[in-house]
């Protein structure tokens, strides 16, 4: 079974402080994956990686950065958190593929609060 | 840029019963793929079904069947002898399937209908 794991399922954390939510997963899948998920907005998209040390923005990258330094593991970090990045973070990994119907792999979530 | 609506933020069924949650999609691809994800409370979010556009024929697991409409747009997701299990936030979302490989394989989402199952 595919495992994507996420550091921790509740965080609280200050304004302005730096904050780093950690991403595993165990299938050697070459793409990975971080969402904000807030309600009735549905699943946005911060950013997204396909290799080791390769990323791209998704639609909502502002006040975000992320790291890949191993192919199993992505970084997101927050580099000022504002209450405005309280929310439901979700990380998932899939194949790549684009000829395939990979599916995407979700990690069971952060929930993040900025006060 | 390719869009996935779900008109229905919320429904109800009553337990053993049939519902359909409904998903139009846009795009001027011909080649991608539709899923249904199935988020229930607290839990992770899991893959209930999927559909490759260039087959006709509509996917079935299980309980859970498909209505694709390709001409139409439409993507819909049957659930039969509706259980307790099924409470959940289902998502619809598209990726596509054409053109050279571009980097991240980005699944679209719509926005979700939260299904609720009286019992």
């Known amino acids: 079974d595919v495992k994507v794991t996420q550091s921790s399922r509740y965080l609280v954390k200050r304004t302005g402080e730096k904050v780093f939510l950690e991403c595993v997963q165990d299938?050697?899948?070459?793409?990975m994956f971080w969402y904000r998920q807030d309600p009735g907005l549905g699943l946005r998209l911060i950013y997204f990686s396909y290799d080791v040390k390769m990323k791209e923005k998704g639609d909502i990258p502002e006040g975000y950065s992320v790291s890949r330094e191993k192919k199993e593991r992505f970084s997101l970090i927050l580099e000022s958190a504002s209450t405005n990045q309280t929310s439901m973070y979700l990380c998932?990994?899939?194949?790549?593929?684009?000829?395939?119907?990979?599916?995407?792999?979700f990690g069971p979530g952060t929930r993040l609060t900025v006060t | 840029a390719q869009t996935v609506t779900q008109s229905q933020p919320e429904m109800s069924v009553q337990e053993a019963e049939t519902v359909t949650l409904s998903c139009t999609y846009d795009t001027s691809e011909s080649d991608y793929y539709l899923f249904w994800y199935k988020q229930p409370p607290s839990r992770q979010m899991i893959l209930v079904i999927r559909?490759?556009?260039?087959?006709?024929q509509n996917a079935t697991e299980n309980r859970f069947s498909v209505n694709f409409q390709k001409a139409a747009k439409s993507f819909s997701l049957k659930i039969s002898d509706s259980q307790l299990g099924d409470a959940a936030m289902y998502f619809c979302a598209y990726r596509s399937a054409e053109g050279l490989f571009v980097s991240g394989d980005k699944i679209i989402f719509g926005k979700g209908t939260r299904l609720h199952i009286l019992p």
């Open positions: 299938m050697d899948h070459e793409n």
């Open positions: 998932a990994s899939s194949l790549a593929g684009r000829n395939l119907a990979h599916e995407q792999y």
């Open positions: 559909q490759e556009a260039y087959k006709q």
